[in-house]
């Protein structure tokens, strides 16, 4: 296995990271929902130009994992999309990883620069969401302190998925 290069995204990275995010989606949720909803979330959450748009937003970062030039990995983070209410918090939006690569770090390395990042900023604390049922993604999250501190609806096309909210203080 050829060594894993980690660097901040570009509006060149966009259809790169569209196709992976929205093949990462469905490899691991897509049994989940009907087709339509699903459809209707990977064009409203991850099509190229939005993902071109986010990676230009003010306050928002993406950081890649890449394997011979192959995205295996992303991280997006920023301000709160979710409904918190701590000013100064940032959160982490999004964490996918490689089938191929689960277990060689990549994670780990990902969520580390993201910690880096908030803790640069100054943040009081990070926040996620994440789906009540991925208990291996849980499992990671807990592994660094977050806490669980509340829920929200995450919605998939008309499909209301039940998140939990998690929070670590920095």
Do not use: C
Request: charged share 25%.
């Amino acid at each position: 296995m050829s060594e894993i290069v980690y660097r901040d995204a570009t509006g060149e990275d966009a259809a790169a990271i569209a196709a992976f995010a929205a093949a990462t989606f469905v490899e691991t949720f897509g049994h989940l929902y009907p087709r339509e909803d699903l459809a209707a979330f990977l064009a409203a959450k991850y099509g190229e130009a939005i993902q071109r748009d986010e990676i230009g937003a003010a306050g928002a970062r993406y950081h890649l994992a890449l394997q011979d030039d192959r995205l295996v990995g992303y991280v997006m983070m920023g301000g709160l999309d979710i409904n918190v209410d701590e000013p100064g918090a940032l959160e982490l939006h999004r964490l996918y990883v490689d089938k191929d690569v689960k277990g060689a770090g990549v994670a780990q390395k990902l969520t580390d620069e993201v910690l880096l990042w908030a803790r640069g900023k100054g943040a009081p604390a990070l926040y996620l969401s994440v789906w009540e049922n991925n208990e291996r993604a849980q499992r990671f999250y807990k592994r660094y302190g977050f806490v669980h501190v509340g829920e929200h609806k995450f919605m998939v096309g008309s499909i209301a998925d039940r998140d939990f909210i998690w929070r670590l203080a920095l």
